[in-house]
């Protein structure tokens, strides 16, 4: 998992390949032009989705992982937290979707949070919650960088 600020995604081109093409993307991309719905970037091995959407208690969240893409997670408005664990931390898998290339989980995970101009990015590695409140239900908007492992 890693979590900057945009004013630092020049650091993490190092990593290369798809990933430098995604935060590339991030740094560039007008999404206020944009509406919600899925974007290419590269073909299906990178790609945006934007969403619009309320927050939701820590409670009604679960923690999920992805075994196929990378996810860079970055807020165009709104604020909320991410719970976020090593996937080795979870106490078992209570819903598996391959085809939509998720998987929920139950175990415990610490909050972060995701604000204007702060990215997270989870590797299939990192069990996440996104979406969760901050101090009460908010209507947010995300992008969220698919990049296929």
Do not use: W
Not at 40 to 69: M, N
Not at 107 to 134: N, T, W, Y
């Amino acid at each position: 998992m890693i979590m900057d600020t945009i004013a630092n995604i020049g650091q993490y081109k190092s990593l290369g390949g798809r990933i430098a093409r995604g935060l590339e993307a991030l740094a560039e991309m007008d999404f206020s032009t944009m509406e919600d719905g899925k974007h290419p970037i590269d073909g299906d091995d990178v790609f945006v989705l934007l969403s619009s959407y309320t927050t939701k208690a820590a409670a009604d969240v679960r923690p999920e992982a992805h075994k196929k893409y990378i996810d860079i997670q970055y807020l165009i408005s709104g604020s909320e937290y991410i719970g976020c664990a090593p996937l080795d931390r979870m106490l078992e898998a209570v819903e598996e979707k391959p085809e939509k290339d998720i998987s929920y989980y139950r175990g415990e995970v610490d909050l972060l949070p995701l604000e204007r101009d702060i990215f997270q990015m989870f590797f299939p590695q990192d069990a996440h919650s996104p979406c969760i409140a901050k101090g009460g239900p908010m209507q947010v908007r995300k992008a969220v960088i698919k990049v296929k492992v």
